[in-house]
């Protein structure tokens, strides 16, 4: 705890028309590192972004650059510099006089803007456009100009907020690439705000999961994913089954009516928890070798693999293997010890439950409304 | 000599009414929505009484003896002379022409896209170098139309320089007016006066029109 961060958010708090939008929010950033902030729309991410760049005012707490308090600094005189969700180019300057915007209004030469201009587009791969209106560039293009555009400054840490949501798949994962390539290289601070875990999860050095503006987990990708502190985390992170269960004991857990080893201790005897299994970790195997058997129910073709739901016993399991089976067949499914996470119960809790599709409850409530105009109907 | 002051009086005109109308289209477009509908009908609002009848109040206002020389005079001020100078019809030419300079001006402020502002802000330009180095070239295709929507009109108009300039300060409108209606009836003298008056306000155009690099963004109309 000795370095200072580079970055610093105290007890931070915003409301806009009463509603609050960040509550007591904390969060130390340092130098160098790739953060992501996660979370679905309405969490805060944004608004935690736009704190930093001096677009908002927390109603409480404070902001803090390299150990120096910048609440009351203006945008323009933060080393801060950001890249908008719509990129946000001056539709009235071409490429070049875009990308020279920050330095000709710090005073820059003409001749090191020159140098440096060519140095940013050459970065971004876009040798050869200086001329060009930025209004006929494509999305992808446009976004490189903008990220031309803040690094041109030499920013200390640069904000993207939701950059790539614009793109196309393919486009995303090569943007993906050259932005973590870019950070790489230049080492400069990267804030990135996104709701597409995946993006968080390839690209980042730490995630900082956030809901309700709140933050919900911070940590490394493998560790956000591997290790879910609650259901909000391990839902929103890639596919999860998440059950009831109860530990018996330490590296013992009791749910789906069985009881089995696991690798998690120090919660309390019998003490009542959520259990997370990836379906990806599920082995599929004939139904007498395991205690958990059911019938699968779906099957979906998903390139690199299917996705079979099955029926344990009413709840419904996803799993993810590469192996084909057969609609109506029963199964049996295997569980290894370290397949098996345990959270402690909170707030999310039976938020997220199995897998009955959308259709299946569907059915239920086309059926409970039809037994109700049933009744209405007798009544008549 | 009815070209050069016709010119020169719309010229003055459209000067007062961009200097006046850009500060108000401003601020109005950066008020809530509810307060910007408001201000945008009071702004509509003259345009709802005849033409004439605001014309003839400000012969009333500005007369020798009218409303603002009497309230001079209790004052125990001097009075002014108002009514029939070149200062008058300007008057006139603002006050009548400046809804078509703040609408345009309006829209084309109030369609800017505001994160374009705050990536100036946040590549380090102050208040004033976001003002002149992205907003004011953003709003131009505004600018052009409403010096366009302003000018042409001021430039040709007739009732407002027979009104408040009394017979000193004709303009190429009362010139055109004469000779159809007038006494100095001739009605070839007045078509070709038209057609001149036409040639020159076109030729006003084209050069604004250099201002605006050809492509209208999202601005105002262009006539």
Known sequence: ?380 | MFFLRSIWLGAIATGICLLVGYPLAYIISRTGARVQSVLVMLVMLPMWMNFLLRTYAWMTLLEDNGIINTALATLGLPKLHMINTSGAVVLGMVYNYIPYMILPLYSALAKMDHSVIEAAQDLGANQRRVFTKVIFPLSMPGVISGITMVFVPAVSTFIISKMLGGGSNLLIGDLIDMQFLGSAYNPNLGSAISLVLMVLILICMGIMNQFDDGETRGGGLMI
């Open chain 1, 1 to 380: 705890m000795g370095e200072t961060p580079i970055i610093e958010l105290k007890n931070i708090a915003v409301s806009f028309d009463g509603e609050a939008v960040l509550k007591d929010f904390n969060l130390r950033i340092r130098g160098g590192e790739f953060v992501t902030l996660l979370g679905p729309s309405g969490c805060g991410k944004t608004t935690t972004l736009r704190i930093v760049g001096g677009f908002v005012h927390p109603d409480q707490g404070d902001v803090f650059f390299n150990g120096q308090k910048i609440n009351d600094v203006p945008p323009h005189k933060r080393e801060v510099n950001t890249i908008f969700q719509k990129y946000a180019l001056f539709p009235h300057l071409n490429v070049y006089d875009n990308v020279a915007f920050g330095m000709r209004v710090h005073g820059k030469s003409e001749k090191e803007i020159k140098s440096t201009v060519k140095n940013m587009l050459n970065m971004v791969n876009l040798n050869g456009f200086a001329h060009r209106n930025v209004n006929r560039l494509s999305g992808g293009q446009q976004q490189r100009v903008a990220i031309a555009r803040a690094l041109a400054n030499h920013p200390k840490v640069l904000l993207l907020d939701e950059p790539l949501g614009a793109l196309d798949l393919k486009l995303r994962k090569d943007m993906q690439a050259e932005l973590k390539k870019i950070q790489q290289q230049t080492g400069i601070t990267f804030i990135f705000v996104t709701h597409d875990q995946e993006e968080a999860l390839s690209m980042s050095d730490t995630v900082v999961v956030m809901d309700k503006g709140e933050i919900q987990q911070i940590g490394s990708p493998q560790d956000i994913y591997n290790e879910p502190k609650n259901a909000f985390v391990a839902d929103f992170i890639g596919e999860s089954n998440i059950l009831d269960g109860v530990m018996v004991d330490d590296y013992l857990a009791e749910f789906a009516g069985q009881r089995f080893r696991c690798v998690d201790k120090g919660f309390a005897k019998n003490e009542p928890v959520d259990v997370v299994i990836r379906p990806e970790d599920i082995d599929v195997v004939a139904p007498d070798e395991s205690p958990l058997s059911g019938v699968v129910t779906s099957v979906t073709f998903k390139g690199v693999h299917y996705e079979i739901i099955v029926d344990v016993a009413g709840f419904k399991w996803m799993i993810q293997s590469t192996d084909f089976q057969e609609e109506g067949s029963k199964i049996g499914l295997l569980l290894q010890p370290d397949d098996i996470h345990i959270m402690k119960k909170s707030e999310y809790s039976g938020m997220f439950g199995d897998y009955t599709t959308f259709s299946d409850e569907m059915d239920e409530d086309i059926l409970a409304s039809q037994r109700e105009e049933a009744e209405e109907e007798d009544e008549i």
